[in-house]
């Protein structure tokens, strides 16, 4: 499966081009961002300078509610499209989180990946258990044709012989 010191190598880089970008993505804590056209609040569980929230569903009580997507944007720049439902301005149950370098589809609470799903970051796919945006649990890690199933906790497989991280750096990996 993983032989060879070139296929060490690439195995390595491209978990860390996939924590740089997950990791780039997580703030420690999140808050309520305002979509200026609605006045609809928006949880943002990682919340970016001067990002800004463009709410299409319904608003009943000043919270997204129901069915709907939201579009980040920095700068007039569109980052990130959410798509699924919302339950008081958090995204919940099933639904998919797009941005240019990949995406996330499967259970969200909180806005954030938990419970079952894929994550595709470029040549990267993770499919399993997340928790916190994180996987944690049984999933599987494919990088191009190579692959590693096993027990994932806080972002970082569990496994003697190989390390990997997605979501934090491989440094917290024991």
């Not at 390595?12 to 609809?40: H, M, N, Y």
């Not at 569980?45 to 569903?57: D, H, K, R, T, Y």
């Not at 993770?126 to 027990?151: A, C, M, Q, W």
Request: proline share 5%; glycine share 14%; hydrophobic share 35%.
């Amino acid at each position: 499966m993983f032989t060879g010191r070139s296929m060490a190598l690439r195995f390595v880089a491209a978990i860390l081009f996939c924590i740089v970008i997950i990791a780039a993505r997580r703030a420690p804590a999140g808050e309520w961002t305002t979509d200026q056209k609605s006045g609809c609040q928006v949880w943002n569980p990682n919340p970016q300078l001067e990002e800004s929230v463009a709410w299409s569903g319904t608003c009943p009580i000043g919270r997204a509610e129901g069915n709907g997507s939201v579009r980040w944007s920095r700068a007039d720049t569109l980052i990130e499209t959410d798509e699924g439902k919302w339950h008081n301005g958090k995204q919940i149950g099933p639904g998919s989180q797009i941005w240019s370098t990949g995406r996330y589809d499967g259970q969200i609470a909180d806005g954030e990946p938990n419970g079952r799903g894929v994550l595709t970051l470029q040549k990267l796919r993770y499919e399993g258990e997340f928790r916190d945006g994180k996987p944690n649990g049984t999933g599987t890690l494919t990088i191009g044709s190579d692959s590693v199933h096993g027990t994932w906790k806080d972002g970082c497989l569990q496994d003697a012989q190989r390390r990997a991280a997605i979501g934090v750096p491989l440094s917290v990996c024991r």
